[in-house]
């Protein structure tokens, strides 16, 4: 059967003529992408299409709905059609599904899912917004009852049946990234006893090992197993109700539900078959204005390839503060201003059972797997305000910078308080090309129960300028096996006795200046303590003594994490 073209045709793109953009997926970099263009242009016809039952939800609210934090499902509706065609005159078709584009003759084909009758319409400008679906790894048993993924609203709506109909009490979680984490905390705050199964052998893939490592704890800790450098081969229905888990090393992990967060995959099957540029990242190729290789189609959100800012390559973000940016940028372009998407840097947070875990720009492994040789970082275990303050928490901070210049390339942060902030401060800088002298001079908000009159952003800033400028000479501590330094822990004796990094010497700080004459000159001198902080003053002093002496960064605290992560002897 033949679409036919409904409603008429409008003519082409001539001066006065009003443009019909339609707009394919409509939460959010469509719904941004639809408001903003009325906000600018009240002559153009907006139409968009979802096939969902709703529009402009708010994704990200999902798990906690699953957890019943968000108890009202309504609560996740930012905006409904009703609103979007009063508010800003855009006309929404819900269930309603656009399966292909013509590009010569302008035209998508919906198909009306009450219906299924196709028609075709006519568009000037084209809007694609699909998104991205999880992955569904072809593997036995990922089609199961009971088995979900969790994308929309009917999804999280059938999660919270299942576990209400079968009184769910266990549960597995396929990934440990931030969607999978998220599950995990709203499973548990449900009180099911939650399993993680993860292929990798860290949580939260984007940190780097060792930084994952206190949240790997705090998961346990919490009750929650992980069963991690595992992938999975199958899930088995089990004889008498449940799943079975199994893990590529035959481990099984029995379950009364299981929730696939493995990835998502940009949903390019329109344009694919549109023939529009894809790129090696496997999103839809856009320009700075977010044009697609079509001139009439834009595109915007997890569907398309983005410039990493840092790493100066295309990449795929998920994420929906840049999806809503694209959106606006895209309305932008459509209404004639040559606006320009930045590009990301990965800014992203994640809440965990308490725990908050952050990080902006590069990674140290992302820049070693790109080849990247010009950069150091430094470990500091802050607390998130000042110390004489009722409840000062450790924020666990890494900063990667450029050497010579200085130039910030990346942070992560890890704590129960003030870590967003932190991470948010950073970003902004990067977003700046800003320096870790920017940050040792940055002026921030201080009053003891919010910050410290030197903030865990100043502090991580001076330190990178020590390194920078030689007062602090830091060694890695992956180099233990390999060095035949004195390994110097400054700490107090108690604090030695109860745990020390293998065959490292004690000489405390408060007695360095009467026997620091027992230290041998010639052999390199490596300073510990707990967090850096007095490892520093002694590696002060003992060069201005004529020893050559350097600081393992971020003291017992990160040798606990590097080895926690396998990095450290
Ligand atoms: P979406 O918002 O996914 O919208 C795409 C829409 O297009 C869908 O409604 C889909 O039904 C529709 N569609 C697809 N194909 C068609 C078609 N052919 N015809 C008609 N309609 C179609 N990001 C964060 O930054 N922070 C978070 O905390 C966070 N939490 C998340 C939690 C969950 C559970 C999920 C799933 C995502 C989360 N995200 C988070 C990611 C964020 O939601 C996405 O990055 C963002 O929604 C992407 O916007 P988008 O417009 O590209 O796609």
Redesign the pocket.
């Known amino acids: 059967m033949n679409p036919q073209v409904d409603p008429q045709p409008r003519g082409p793109r001539d001066a006065g003529t009003p443009r019909r953009v339609l707009i394919?997926?409509?939460?959010?970099?469509?719904a941004s992408c639809a408001a903003r263009l009325r906000r600018l242009d009240e002559s153009v016809e907006i139409v968009m299409?979802?096939?969902?039952p709703y529009v402009s939800f708010a994704?990200?609210g999902?798990?906690y709905y699953v957890g019943n934090v968000i108890a009202d499902e309504r609560t996740l509706l930012v905006a409904s059609r009703e609103m979007f065609r009063q508010r800003f005159n855009v006309e929404v078709h819900t269930e309603?599904?656009?399966?292909s584009i013509d590009r010569d003759a302008r035209t998508i084909t919906v198909r009306d899912g009450r219906t299924g009758a196709p028609r075709a319409e006519r568009y000037d400008v084209l809007v694609l917004?699909?998104?991205?679906a999880p992955i569904r790894p072809p593997l036995p048993g990922v089609d199961l009852p009971g088995v979900f993924a969790?994308?929309?609203i009917p999804d999280s709506r059938r999660i919270r049946a299942w576990i209400a109909d079968r009184n769910a009490k266990t549960a597995v979680v396929v990934g440990g990234g931030?969607?999978g984490l998220?599950m995990v905390e709203n499973l548990v705050h449900r009180g099911l006893s939650v399993g993680v199964l993860e292929k990798l052998p860290q949580v939260m893939p984007p940190l780097d090992p060792e930084m994952a490592v206190p949240l790997r704890e705090h998961l346990a800790a919490k009750g929650v197993r992980l069963h991690l450098g595992d992938g999975l081969a199958r899930i088995e229905a089990r004889v008498g109700g449940g799943l079975d888990v199994v893990a590529e090393s035959g481990a099984r992990m029995p379950a009364d539900l299981v929730i696939l967060a493995i990835g998502v995959r940009p949903?390019t099957g329109?344009a694919k078959d549109a023939g529009l540029q894809i790129g090696p990242r496997g999103g839809i190729v856009v320009d700075a204005q977010m044009r697609t290789s079509d001139p009439n189609i834009w595109a915007?959100?997890?569907?398309v390839e983005v410039r990493d800012v840092l790493m100066g390559q295309e990449t795929v973000l998920?994420?929906?503060?840049p999806?809503n940016r694209q959106g606006r940028v895209a309305a932008e372009s459509i209404a004639g201003r040559a606006t320009n998407f930045r590009g990301v840097q990965a800014t992203?947070v994640v809440g965990v059972l308490g725990l908050t875990v952050a990080s902006t720009g590069a990674s140290e492994k992302g820049l070693r797997r790109a080849g990247a040789t010009g950069f150091q970082k430094v470990y500091l275990h802050p607390g998130h305000h000042a110390g004489y303050y009722p409840g000062a928490r450790p924020i666990h901070l890494k900063l990667l910078f450029s050497v010579p210049e200085g130039r910030i390339l990346g942070a992560q942060a890890v704590g129960l308080e003030g870590v967003e902030k932190r991470i948010d401060v950073i970003a902004t800088a990067i977003q700046f090309e800003g320096t870790v002298h920017d940050l040792a001079e940055a002026e921030l908000c201080y009053a003891p129960q919010f910050g410290a009159a030197k903030d865990p952003v100043n502090v991580a800033g001076m330190l990178a300028e020590n390194v920078l400028n030689g007062d602090m000479p830091v060694a890695e501590w992956p180099e233990l096996g390999h060095t035949d330094a004195v390994l110097l822990d400054v700490r107090e004796p108690d604090e030695f006795a109860d745990g020390h990094v293998p065959k490292a010497i004690n000489l405390p700080l408060s007695q360095m200046r009467a026997r620091y004459g027992e230290l041998p000159k010639d052999r390199e001198i490596w300073t510990c303590c707990r967090v850096g902080q007095r490892a520093y003053y002694a590696t002060r002093f003992l060069t201005q003594h004529g020893y050559r002496a350097r600081n393992l960064s971020g003291g017992y605290m990160t040798y606990q994490a590097l080895k926690g992560a396998g990095l450290a002897p």
């Open positions: 394919v997926g409509g939460v959010a970099g469509g299409f979802d096939r969902g994704n990200c999902l798990p309603t599904e656009v399966t917004s699909p998104g991205a969790v994308r929309n931030f969607i998220e949903e329109l915007v959100g997890d569907v998920p994420l929906a503060g999806a992203a």
